[in-house]
Nanobody, 124 residues
Framework: QVQLAEYGGGLVQAGGSLRLACAAS????????MGWFRQAPGKERAFVAV????????HYADSVKGRFTISRDNAKNMMYLLMETLKPEDTAVYYC?????????????????WGQGTQVTVSS
């Protein structure tokens, strides 16, 4: 089992940058694919990015490709999301998630563990 906690949300102007961090408890962090999801008001939680457990292969939603970068530090049990050139439509609660199952998942249902979320607000 793993427990997750997000850090680094806040208010930023459009065009600005923000880096989110996700701290994971436990000794088996390397056993999980790690993902970022976001949920805007009135919308369903949506995939943002994923980084795999073994090769650190990354995949991104089309809406953030080229602007966001996901990374992980297995030695520190940490995952990050660097968000650049932020837009007002990036405003959402951002969640980190861990997947123990095999195969890359882009769906909420594919992840067994979730953090509490951190608010990101981008002003125009």
């Amino acid at each position: 089992q793993v427990q997750l906690a997000e850090y680094g949300g806040g208010l930023v102007q459009a065009g600005g940058s923000l880096r989110l961090a996700c701290a994971a408890s436990g000794r088996t962090f390397v056993s999980y694919d790690m993902g970022w999801f976001r949920q805007a008001p009135g919308k369903e939680r949506a995939f943002v990015a994923v980084i795999t457990r073994s090769t650190s292969t990354t995949h991104y939603a089309d809406s953030v490709k080229g602007r966001f970068t996901i990374s992980r530090d297995n030695a520190k049990n940490m995952m990050y999301l660097l968000m650049e050139t932020l837009k007002p439509e990036d405003t959402a609660v951002y969640y980190c998630a861990a997947r123990q199952g095999f195969g890359i998942s882009y769906n909420v249902q594919g992840y067994e563990y979730w953090g509490q979320g951190t608010q990101v607000t981008v002003s125009s």
